[in-house]
């Protein structure tokens, strides 16, 4: 099996490096020359990846092409491009609807949209995927944790949940700012969230977040005190409230 990347920038580099590092690696990895200087890295890297001459030798070359372009120029790049009836696409393209690059990738047989995320380069991380394909998922299931969504409002959810990562950073930076205006040194108060948040995340692996926060909360204890407190003052609504936010986005009309 061949796998292709049309648009070598982040996102491609992250998979390609997840891939390559993943068990039983092996098949073909072509991508298109743009970002010369990534397919460039990516091909000295990595002996099963090579550097197709243009974005129609990616798609040739291929079983399941992967579209990883922006947004702005996707319609336009993905109209010029000929696709087989065999081939599976997988759109990781923001915005762009299911059914327009369905309709863009004919006659190709199976279009899925997917969200990973950068750490896919080390094989982790939630990635949002519609609709369900065996193929596809045992694809993604070796660069991350794929997760399928049951209709795209549910996949722009999930997308829209990625919308946290800085605004979680920000929370952990603010936890960080507490202690060290309490006269914890900086080095220390970074420190100690970092392992901290690195626990929460560990922790959660083993529990749904409901179970977690019941199982921390002990009666008259520091945790029930502070989701009380957080809780009275409505105080994880404008986290909703982002979402939301994140989320009609998503659903606005669409770049052509
Ligand atoms: N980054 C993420 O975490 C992430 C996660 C999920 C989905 N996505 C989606 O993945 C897509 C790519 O995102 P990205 O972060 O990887 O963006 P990016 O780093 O800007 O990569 C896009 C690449 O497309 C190349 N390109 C431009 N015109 C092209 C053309 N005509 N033919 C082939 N390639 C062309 C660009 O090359 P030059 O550098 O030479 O201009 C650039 O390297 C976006 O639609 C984004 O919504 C991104």
Request: glycine residues 8%.
């Amino acid at each position: 099996m061949t796998l292709g990347f049309v648009g070598t920038g982040h996102i491609t580099v992250a998979m390609v490096e997840g891939l390559c590092s993943a068990p039983l690696p092996g098949e073909g990895i072509v991508v298109s020359p743009r970002n010369a200087a990534n397919a460039a890295m990516l091909a000295k890297r990595f002996t099963n990846v090579t550097v197709a001459p243009d974005n129609q030798g990616v798609v040739d070359a291929s079983d399941i092409v992967f579209l990883a372009v922006r947004p702005p120029v996707a319609s336009e790049i993905v109209r010029g491009l000929r696709f087989r009836s065999t081939q599976t696409v997988i759109s990781l393209v923001a915005l762009h609807p299911r059914e327009e690059m369905r309709a863009l990738t004919q006659p190709a047989a199976v279009l899925v949209r997917a969200v990973p995320l950068p750490s896919a380069a080390r094989r982790l991380g939630p990635i949002a995927y519609f609709p369900h394909d065996e193929t596809v998922e045992a694809l993604l299931a070796r660069v991350g944790t794929p997760v399928a969504a049951p209709d795209e409002a549910a996949f722009h959810r999930l997308w829209s949940l990625t919308g946290l990562i800085s605004p979680f950073a920000a929370l952990i930076e603010e936890w960080q700012g507490w202690a060290e205006a309490g006269g914890v040194g900086r080095e220390a108060a970074e420190q100690y969230v970092r392992a901290f948040v690195h626990c929460l995340a560990d922790m959660a692996q083993d529990l749904p977040p409901v179970e977690l926060a019941k199982r921390a909360a002990t009666p008259g204890g520091i945790n029930e005190q502070a989701l009380r407190f957080l809780r009275e003052k409505d105080g994880l609504a404008p986290f909703r409230g982002a979402l939301d936010s994140v989320f009609a986005r998503m659903n606005a009309p669409k770049p052509r």
